[in-house]
Each structure stands twice: as structure tokens, then as C-alpha cells.
Nanobody, 124 residues
Framework: QVQLVESGGGLVQAGGSLRLSCAAS????????MGWFRQAPGKGREFVAA????????NYADSVKGRFTISRDNVKNTMYLQMNSLKPEDTADYYC?????????????????WGQGTQVTVSS
């Protein structure tokens, strides 16, 4: 199992940027496919982006495509989510998750370990 801790959330105005980080400890980080999800108040957990073990493959939700970029540094055991052109509808708790598989997944139940989340608030 890998332990995950998110950071980098905060309050930002619409149109602004934030970079989230997900620090991993435990078993070899590079052996896990990783993902970002978010959950807005009163809504279910929503897929945001995922990245393969090497970082060579990515997948994005349509709602963030072209604005968000997922990346990872397997030496630093850290995954990132660069969020640009933020909108009020991006307001949510953001979670990172790991999956012991070579395949990218977009459903939350396909991930085994989760961080505690970091809050992102975008004001209009």
C-alpha cells in the first residue's frame, strides 16, 4: 500500500491558477497508476485526471481538458495537478488516488488508496 498526502489547495479568483501536489510514501511510487478526483459539496466524487506509471500516458475529464495538466516525478515520489483558468465550478475537495495496475482508470472504485484531500475554492 502507498500512503498519499495532498497539498496546494486554497482560495483563488476565477481565471487564476493553483498547483496541487500528492506526496507518496510506502511501496515504490513508480509501480502505481495515479489519479486525481474531486468532490464538490453535495455531489459525488468525480474523475479529473489520471496518469500512467511512467507518466507517458494521461487522461482527462472533458470539463478540465486544456486547463489542467497532470504530471508526476517518480524520483520525488510526487504527482502534480497544474490547474489554470480556474472556474467557480472547479470548487471542490481534490483527492489523489493510486492504483496497482498498468491501466489508467476513471472510476473511483478502481483505485485502492486515497489521500485525505485538499480544498480548492474558486471565487467569481
Amino acid at each position: 500500500q502507498v500512503q498519499l498526502v495532498e497539498s496546494g489547495g486554497g482560495l483563488v479568483q476565477a481565471g487564476g491558477s493553483l498547483r496541487l501536489s500528492c506526496a507518496a510514501s510506502g511501496r515504490a511510487f513508480g509501480s502505481y497508476t495515479m489519479g486525481w478526483f474531486r468532490q464538490a459539496p453535495g455531489k459525488g466524487r468525480e474523475f479529473v485526471a489520471a496518469i500512467t506509471r511512467s507518466g507517458g500516458g494521461t487522461n482527462y475529464a472533458d470539463s478540465v481538458k486544456g486547463r489542467f495538466t497532470i504530471s508526476r516525478d517518480n524520483v520525488k515520489n510526487t504527482m502534480y495537478l497544474q490547474m489554470n483558468s480556474l472556474k467557480p465550478e472547479d470548487t471542490a475537495d481534490y483527492y489523489c488516488a493510486s492504483r496497482n495496475s498498468i491501466l489508467i482508470a476513471t472510476r473511483s472504485e478502481q483505485y485502492e488508496s486515497w489521500g485525505q484531500g485538499t480544498q480548492v475554492t474558486v471565487s467569481s
